[in-house]
């Protein structure tokens, strides 16, 4: 007999599903452990997280726009997650996976880039969604200025 003992967790954390997996023999560890989570828990709900909204970074909500010129590695698909404050700037880029020279590039493209403020109940808040960059994908049709896509 091994003598291990688990745990897995799965949590909603803003827009994401995080699952932990915990894995010892040291039982006291474990319950640390899990103390920790709850802690973090309990900060989670006393922060104000951005709403999630899919496919905000399209259409009639992006006023304003700069593609990202890449150099090297066009190919490769590059996802983000982006926080757009109330006013409609970007206040957060998360490049997910990119070569470092790709995320330098998105992430001063992204930074010009203006939205429509997102309103809950006649107010501006906070809102959260994600784009993806680059990608053996079909190029825009003449006369079009994005080669974004917008991911979930």
């Given at each position: 007999?091994?003598?291990?003992?688990?745990?897995?967790?799965?949590?909603?954390?803003?827009?994401?599903?995080?699952?932990?997996?915990?894995?010892?023999?040291?039982?006291?560890?474990?319950?640390?452990?899990?103390?920790?989570?709850?802690?973090?828990?309990?900060?989670?709900?006393?922060?104000p997280?951005?709403?999630?909204?899919?496919?905000?970074?399209?259409?009639d909500n992006?006023?304003?726009?700069?593609?990202?010129?890449?150099?090297?590695?066009?190919?490769?698909?590059?996802?983000a997650?982006?926080?757009?404050?109330?006013?409609?700037?970007?206040?957060?880029?998360?490049?997910?996976?990119?070569?470092?020279?790709?995320?330098?590039?998105?992430?001063e493209?992204?930074?010009?880039?203006?939205?429509?403020?997102?309103?809950?109940?006649?107010?501006?808040?906070?809102?959260?969604?994600?784009?993806?960059?680059?990608?053996?994908?079909?190029?825009?049709?003449?006369?079009?200025?994005?080669?974004?896509?917008?991911?979930?």
């Open positions: 007999m091994a003598g291990l003992h688990w745990y897995t967790l799965a949590t909603e954390i803003r827009c994401h599903v995080v699952e932990f997996q915990f894995t010892t023999r040291d039982t006291a560890l474990l319950n640390t452990l899990l103390q920790s989570l709850a802690r973090l828990a309990d900060l989670e709900e006393q922060t997280a951005p709403v999630c909204v899919k496919n905000y970074a399209a259409g992006l006023l304003l726009h700069i593609d990202p010129v890449f150099t090297s590695r066009k190919f490769n698909p590059i996802p997650r982006i926080i757009i404050d109330k006013y409609g700037k970007v206040k957060h880029v998360h490049v997910l996976s990119a070569f470092p020279d790709q995320i330098k590039v998105i992430n493209a992204l930074q010009q880039w203006e939205f429509r403020p997102y309103k809950v109940n006649g107010e501006p808040v906070e809102v959260e969604t994600g784009i993806m960059f680059g990608g053996a994908h079909p190029q825009p049709k003449k006369g079009s200025a994005s080669a974004a896509r917008v991911a979930d």
